[in-house]
């Protein structure tokens, strides 16, 4: 087990595939494939039973928090997976995040011991704090690039937003409902510094402006919605 510490800015834009796929065509020169270039990301979020964390979260607060445990394929028990603490203090994203197996989180869950670190202090906080339990599971598909001369500067293309609210584990497999009906991608911009001219020139040029689009968010609203229809 390891602790990361991220800091960043984070603007999302949501575009088709034409915007796509010429935005990589124009900065191509600019940006390479990631270490980590593609991914299928699966996510269980934290809640109570008022989704207190999420509603907050939605009426735009200046600090809001999430709690995930995320995995890049669909683990065993014996796989690593990452426990998040991810909030936003002003615009200004951080994200916390201990490297565990997904047996030592439920050996967690159950209150067993694991290795003692501040982060998993801080996550234990907001798990006795709020009552959390796994309330949602997002998963996706991801593509990511990096400048080449800025390591502080990432694009992420994400596409397949699907979701359940059942059988919420990560051994159970990455699938879910579908979010968009369209090929919708969601992008991300994430860095230290202001954005270099070459992308907001090809952004401006493409018509691809910021939203503001949380992915298990909007699920949330999108089913709270339906329920009322049904």
Do not use: H
């Not at 796929?21 to 996510?43: Q, T, V």
């Not at 394929?73 to 998040?84: A, I, W």
């Not at 990096?146 to 596409?159: A, C, G, P």
């Not at 969601?186 to 939203?211: C, F």
């Amino acid at each position: 087990m390891y602790d990361n510490v991220f800091k960043r800015v984070e603007q999302k834009y949501l575009i088709n595939a034409y915007q796509k796929e010429e935005l990589l065509k124009r900065i191509n020169d600019y940006i390479e494939k990631d270490e980590y270039y593609k991914s299928e990301i699966s996510n269980i979020y934290f809640d109570n039973d008022n989704q207190e964390l999420l509603v907050e979260s939605l009426e735009k607060p200046s600090f809001k928090v999430k709690i995930r445990l995320r995995s890049y394929n669909t683990p065993k028990l014996n796989d690593y997976v990452f426990l998040e603490i991810k909030d936003k203090v002003n615009g200004i994203v951080g994200k916390r995040r201990i490297k565990l197996t997904l047996k030592e989180f439920y050996d967690y869950l159950n209150n067993q011991d694991i290795k003692d670190s501040q982060i998993m202090k801080e996550l234990d906080y907001y798990f006795k704090l709020f009552n959390l339990k796994p309330y949602m599971f997002v998963a996706y598909d991801r593509l990511s690039y990096k400048e080449k001369n800025n390591k502080n500067l990432r694009i992420t293309i994400d596409s397949n937003l699907r979701s359940r609210n059942d059988n919420l584990n990560l051994e159970a497999g990455n699938y879910g409902t579908n979010y968009f009906d369209n090929e919708t991608y969601i992008m991300e911009i994430k860095g230290l510094d202001s954005m270099p001219l070459w992308l907001v020139k090809n952004l401006s040029d493409l018509k691809i402006y910021p939203v503001s689009f949380s992915k298990v968010g909007s699920i949330y609203t999108k089913n709270k919605r339906s329920e009322v229809l049904c």
